[in-house]
């Protein structure tokens, strides 16, 4: 017990500006979903029949790939506090490469969507689903872009045991891309 | 001032501050014509006094960005301007086509104006605030192609700091936003999408990264808090500007003919542009109350702080007055949103104007400070112009409340005119505001006619004293 509210008297992890950021960013997804939920509350009939149109397979998929890349930038972290700098760029490697490989697994379900005639004027819940999706994926291209620099700077050789706040600062964001994408995994894929 | 060069900075200053006067002079010419509707005509008509107005406002804010970009841009780099004499060519080039469109507006009829010019070869002509004839417009981007040649041929030789950085890229954007007025379609739909990607692209994307590096600029000079910390909090800035502000142009297509999904998206997006002013007044404070010296400019400081708070009132509440679709719906057009206008374009982008102008005309005069009887006459200009801009948009919000309520929200609604005449009590009320603005505006000059520096040991004398 005691050792719990020790651990939450710790400061945050990485740069504070980043928390900024990111209440920031959760703010505006808070208002997106928000909106969803109210635009959905008057045609609900409309967002539940267009719901179960989407392939929730792929929703899935995706929500494994962002979270294992999280538990890779998770280890990123551990390992450059052991002071293995080679290790954290490897594993932000591999969490780039997953990043990457929700890119491309987004990008063919857009394109199925759109074989189909789906744009964003072909109903309300459409407007939100694709809206919503490419907002976040547009967040994954920018979370993916620091990522990239933190792991360049890790090869490089930039950071150390004692010196880690810039990969804790690019994690910190990666996992706020990760958690929203679990709200809207749930939210738009799921409950209905 | 560190670089000779940032000299050319001056006359830009100057010239801002003299358009600004005729802007105000329009301003109170077409108040009045709201009142007296025959008030100077046919000699000066309601529409050329309001197309005066607008076109005044938006060439002064170019001429102190240009200034500022001049001035900045230089001791940012640690470098000479790469043309000072590039720089001072394109001053009177733009000055000289921009008093000859003035005198054109007022002289010839707008219609033969648009003959003569070429208008017919390539239509760019009637637009708000799009008014000048071809050749201005040519060169407007001739002139901008000379400042971002300068800058960026100055960037490219010295340090590249953030601040410098997101100044240069965001002139850049200021000119391609341009690009868009040549386009004119007879498809009024097609035509307003492309009015409002530089209207909105400018004032609620481009302009708000100029606004903050410009800002960052000051605030590091006169705080002295590390330019680290000041960067992170810009970098913040600038990306919640453009996540909330480049899908927020979607609250201008509302009922305009674009498709109906704008309604959300620009609800969405659009509420949420009050986020970067919030996190600018956060910024702007905490850089004022961790700050490591006291800058003797105290005049300037304030110009620093009042922006990003009335920045957040004029472009961020009065804009969210009227943002969401269903307000819009009724809003729309009415002087509600000429009250959102006056305080976010006086607010934000005025007053950063002013802001670098008072940091800076200073140090080009060759003094750290204006004297401390200089800075009063400035401050008080600062207060007047604040509160009479306060009295001028809450008179503007009175008059769009009577139009929507009689006019548009009625069972039983009013012609225009009628409507009109019911709000009338608040163009008074507007055009005395209007009279008090004007007179801060001289209270303020005056100040650059009070000679010598701030006396470091006589203002020490006088606070021991007291």
Known sequence: MIETSADSAQPLPGDFAIWIFIFAELVVFGVLFAAYAFARSSHVDVFNASQLTLNRAYGFADTLILVTSSYSVARATLSIKAGSSTACGHWLAGALGLGGLFLVLKSVEFHQDLAQGITLSTNLFYMFYLALTFFHFMHVVMGMAILAVVDYKAYAGRYSAENYTGVETGGSYWHMVDLVWIILFALVYVIH | ?466
């Not at chain 2, 001429?63 to 640690?78: D, H, K, L, R």
């Not at chain 2, 956060?282 to 105290?298: C, I």
């Not at chain 2, 007047?384 to 409340?401: K, R, W, Y």
């Open chain 2, 1 to 466: 001032m560190k670089y000779p060069s940032q000299q050319v900075a001056k006359p830009y200053f100057i010239a801002a501050l003299a358009l600004f006067v005729g802007q105000i002079v329009f301003g109170l010419i077409a108040g009045l014509q709201y009142l007296h509707g025959t008030f100077l005509f046919p000699e000066l008509p309601f529409d050329v006094a309001h197309m005066s107005h607008t076109n005044l406002l938006i060439v002064w804010l170019l001429m102190a960005f240009m200034g500022a970009a001049y001035f900045i841009v230089p001791e940012e780099a640690q470098t000479e301007l790469y043309s000072p004499r590039l720089a001072l060519v394109t001053f009177w080039v733009f000055l000289i086509a921009a008093a000859l469109t003035i005198v054109a507006y007022l002289f010839v009829p707008y219609a033969q104006l648009a003959a003569i010019t070429g208008n017919a070869a390539l239509p760019t002509m009637g637009r708000g605030y799009l008014e000048q004839p071809l050749p201005t417009k040519i060169g407007i981007v001739l002139v901008a192609l000379s400042l971002l040649f300068n800058v960026t041929m100055t960037l490219i030789k010295g340090r590249k700091t953030s601040i410098n950085l997101i100044l240069v890229g965001s002139l850049w954007g200021l000119a391609l936003l341009f690009l868009p007025a040549f386009y004119f379609p007879h498809d009024t739909v097609k035509a307003s999408f492309g009015w409002w990607w530089i209207v909105h692209g400018w004032v609620e994307g481009d302009w708000e990264l100029i606004l903050g590096a410009l800002l960052g600029f000051i605030l590091i000079k006169m705080t002295g808090v590390d330019r680290e910390i000041v960067e992170k909090w810009l970098y913040i800035i600038v990306a919640m500007t453009l996540i909330s502000g480049i899908i927020g142009i979607g609250h201008h297509y509302y009922y305009t003919g674009a498709p109906s999904y704008w309604i959300w998206l620009g609800s969405i997006f659009s509420a949420l542009e009050p986020i970067p002013f919030i996190l600018l007044i956060v910024f702007s404070f905490k850089m004022l109350m961790q700050r490591r010296r006291e800058h003797p400019n105290k005049a300037a400081m304030l110009w620093a702080l009042g922006t990003p708070v009335m920045a957040f009132l004029g472009a961020g509440l009065w804009g969210f007055m009227i943002t969401l679709a269903p307000a819009q719906y009724y809003i729309h057009g009415t002087n509600f949103t000429a009250a959102h206008g006056h305080l976010a374009f006086f607010g934000a982008y005025a007053m950063v104007s002013l802001a670098i102008i008072s940091y800076a005309m200073p140090l080009l005069r060759g003094r750290t400070a204006n004297s401390a009887a200089a800075q009063r006459w400035e401050m008080a200009g600062f207060w007047i112009m604040v509160f009479s801009m306060i009295g001028i948009t809450l008179a503007l919000t009175g008059a769009g409340i009577v139009t929507v309520f009689l006019q548009r929200a009625a069972d039983d609604p009013m012609g225009f005119m009628q409507a009109q005449d019911k709000a009338r009590v608040f163009f008074w009320v507007r055009e005395f505001a209007g009279v008090a603005f004007f007179i801060g505006l001289l209270v303020y000059l005056r100040s650059f006619f009070i000679a010598g520096e701030y006396e470091y040991a006589d203002e020490m004398k006088q606070a021991l004293a007291a």
